[in-house]
């Protein structure tokens, strides 16, 4: 896991809860009865539910049978499957491996594989994280679990979090050291079982710079989903809360996933899903004590506080048809000692429940129940008061626009000719913002004149315009108007007002001669 960058622009929704709406007794029995058999079941946009299990087959079966979730996933270590060579079998653990997926099977339970850690013989070192030399060596042992698992497992893993540092030893991690053995995995996988699901990744966040370099290398052809975590960079903040980096969703937020269908739809993979085969927030009351935070921050969150993430984060995917699957890391604490990676559990190390149990039985028996808006995703909008499409002017020009965002506010506004910031301020909602641009270094012609509204959450919206630079005296003369406004008590007065040509899109520039004359009745 990997730590978060630190960014000001955070912004928080708060989630509220569905308060179901009462039947009218004078509906027909029969469209009750429909109402009544269809009210306990999830959402059709709700991604399915699982469960990251510890412990033995008979344990993480009884446990996700006992949470009504949807998949089952847990690690397949290479080393410890085959730990002297390519051919034989450690005999208890392929034994302990076909009990949990004969368990998982009978019990009509969807399993993920995550398959990660080489042999010593298959890598040259003693630490397993170290990277196979040879891909196809972890092709063929992927392979062979598919063809033993067939029908029965329905997604794998290639690796876990190669994206970062953490589990990807040896080289330095990069699309480039990753790629070849995706592909020589999801050829084996495929060839075995043609209807399994072969996963890229799962990366470490939401990772999109890293899938676009798998996308470089030409692995967009060799996966049928990308798999994502969300558990990482001691994340505290609520599902809702989200900051951009470089006007992109930021990678460690719960919502970053966005990016990474972005980078798909704009690959051609738009129709492949995500899986998020990690989420989950510690229960620790230690301080963060690695990557960038380390020290800067708690690195969990209390109980009651984990179990409403856990709602609100089934609530915010629900809206996103493309998130297959939401994987809870993880079932049980991972040991006895303080740590942040220990307490992820929804069963407590002493084997007594908290209440992210009861909340995620609750979102698989009953789908998502909340509602409201998960973060505040949608940009401000601009509106151009000045100038508009006619405008054709010479040595200055003047640009006027408002701002509105419905649900943070407006932040700022800024204005724009051919991509060159000219002005800007600070504005909030439906405030107009002018200024009187100087436009000699212009070309004359089209320039294009835009207006960028940033709101509160940091989202952006744009507007633009086309307007045209012409040499006023090649014009034949024109007729102008002025218009005056005379206030002010006493002998002081003030006189503003404004030069038009009228029937026309000009904007005249000069001297307007004024000249007063006291009157004394």
């Known amino acids: 896991m990997a730590a978060a960058p630190k960014s000001s622009h955070i912004r928080s929704r708060q989630i509220s809860t569905l308060v179901p709406t009462k039947l009218r007794l004078a509906l027909a029995l029969i469209c009750a009865a429909a109402l009544l058999s269809l009210g306990g079941a999830p959402t059709a946009s709700a991604a399915e539910t699982g469960i990251s299990v510890q412990g033995s087959a008979a344990t993480s079966i009884a446990d996700a049978n006992a949470l009504g979730v949807d998949w089952v996933r847990r690690f397949v270590d290479w080393n410890a499957m085959q730990p002297d060579n390519s051919t034989s079998y450690a005999p208890s653990a392929l034994a302990e491996l076909d009990d949990f997926v004969a368990r998982a099977h009978a019990s009509k339970k969807k399993v993920a594989l995550t398959v990660l850690g080489a042999p010593s013989w298959a890598n040259g070192s003693s630490d397993a994280r170290v990277a196979p030399r040879d891909p196809?060596?972890?092709?063929?042992?992927?392979?062979?679990?598919?063809?033993?698992?067939?029908g029965r497992v329905q997604s794998w893993e290639i690796w876990n979090e190669p994206d970062e540092a953490e589990f990807w030893?040896?080289?330095?991690?990069?699309?480039?050291?990753?790629?070849?053995?995706?592909?020589?995995?999801?050829?084996?996988?495929?060839?075995?079982?043609?209807?399994?699901?072969?996963?890229?990744?799962?990366?470490?966040?939401?990772?999109?710079?890293?899938?676009?370099?798998?996308?470089?290398e030409a692995?967009?052809?060799?996966?049928?989903?990308?798999?994502?975590?969300?558990?990482?960079?001691?994340?505290?903040?609520?599902?809702?809360?989200?900051y951009y980096e470089d006007g992109r969703v930021g990678r460690f937020t719960f919502l970053g996933f966005r990016e990474v269908h972005a980078v798909m739809a704009a690959n051609g993979d738009g129709d492949k899903p995500i899986t998020m085969s990690e989420m989950g927030w510690s229960t620790t009351t230690l301080r963060c004590d690695r990557g960038k935070w380390a020290g800067l921050k708690d690195a969990g969150v209390?109980?009651?506080?984990?179990a409403d993430y856990l709602a609100q984060a089934y609530h915010c995917i629900a809206g996103y048809p493309y998130i297959e699957s939401a994987i809870w890391f993880s079932t049980r604490d991972a040991g006895a000692a303080e740590s942040e990676l220990n307490r992820y559990g929804l069963i407590r190390w002493n084997g007594t429940k908290r209440g992210s149990w009861a909340a995620l039985a609750d979102v698989a028996a009953n789908g998502d129940q909340l509602t409201s808006?998960?973060?505040?995703?949608?940009?401000?909008?601009?509106?151009?008061?000045?100038?508009?499409?006619?405008?054709?002017?010479?040595?200055?020009?003047?640009?006027?626009?408002?701002?509105?965002?419905?649900?943070?506010?407006?932040?700022?506004?800024?204005?724009?000719?051919?991509?060159?910031?000219?002005?800007?301020?600070?504005?909030?909602n439906d405030e107009l913002f002018e200024r009187t641009i100087k436009t000699s270094q212009l070309p004359y012609g089209a320039n294009t004149v835009m207006v960028r509204a940033i709101d509160n959450s940091g989202a952006r919206g744009f507007s633009e315009i086309?307007?045209?630079?012409?040499?006023?005296?090649?014009?034949?003369?024109?007729?102008?108007?002025?218009?005056?406004?005379?206030?002010?008590?006493?002998?002081?007065?003030?006189?503003?007002?404004?030069?038009?040509?009228?029937?026309?899109?000009?904007l005249p520039s000069g001297r307007v001669l004024l000249r007063w004359q006291l009157y004394t009745r």
Do not use: W
Not at 183 to 211: C, E, H, M, R
Not at 223 to 237: M, P, Q
Not at 302 to 306: D, K, M, P
């Open 169 to 216: 030893h040896g080289t330095t991690p990069s699309p480039a050291a990753y790629a070849p053995l995706l592909k020589a995995s999801y050829a084996k996988i495929k060839a075995a079982d043609p209807a399994t699901q072969v996963v890229a990744g799962p990366l470490t966040g939401n990772n999109y710079q890293f899938l676009e370099g798998l996308y470089k």
């Open 219 to 242: 692995a967009g052809g060799h996966f049928d989903a990308v798999g994502v975590h969300t558990d990482t960079a001691c994340g505290i903040n609520s599902p809702s809360t989200f």
């Open 302 to 306: 209390s109980e009651a506080t984990q």
């Open 136 to 150: 196809n060596q972890y092709a063929s042992f992927i392979g062979r679990l598919a063809a033993r698992y067939q």
């Open 466 to 506: 086309v307007v045209n630079r012409i040499k006023m005296s090649r014009l034949t003369p024109q007729r102008t108007a002025l218009s005056f406004k005379i206030s002010g008590k006493t002998q002081t007065k003030t006189v503003t007002g404004s030069l038009s040509v009228p029937g026309t899109g000009l």
């Open 373 to 428: 808006s998960c973060g505040d995703l949608e940009p401000p909008t601009v509106k151009i008061v000045a100038p508009t499409s006619t405008t054709q002017f010479e040595d200055e020009i003047v640009i006027a626009a408002t701002g509105h965002d419905v649900d943070s506010g407006l932040r700022s506004l800024r204005f724009y000719i051919n991509g060159t910031p000219v002005a800007g301020a600070s504005a909030k």
